[in-house]
């Protein structure tokens, strides 16, 4: 009996690591795009003849 008790209570602990795993990997995406998105705007004020990656 047991058994069955501590592997009921370990599957109680699966939706919070679920949520931590989200929450790192959409903060992770999160950053990711903002990164991107100010680059881009950052990239639009260098001057065409400053430009080294066109």
């Keep these: 009996m047991s058994t069955t ?6 599957t109680g602990t699966w939706p919070f690591v679920a949520a931590a795993w ?13 990164t991107v998105v100010r680059g ?9 003849e400053k430009r080294r990656w066109s």
């Design 40 to 48: 881009r705007r950052l990239s639009k004020q260098v001057p065409p």
């Design 22 to 34: 989200a929450v790192v990997f959409g903060g992770m995406g999160a950053y990711a795009l903002v």
């Design 5 to 10: 008790f501590d592997v009921a209570q370990a």
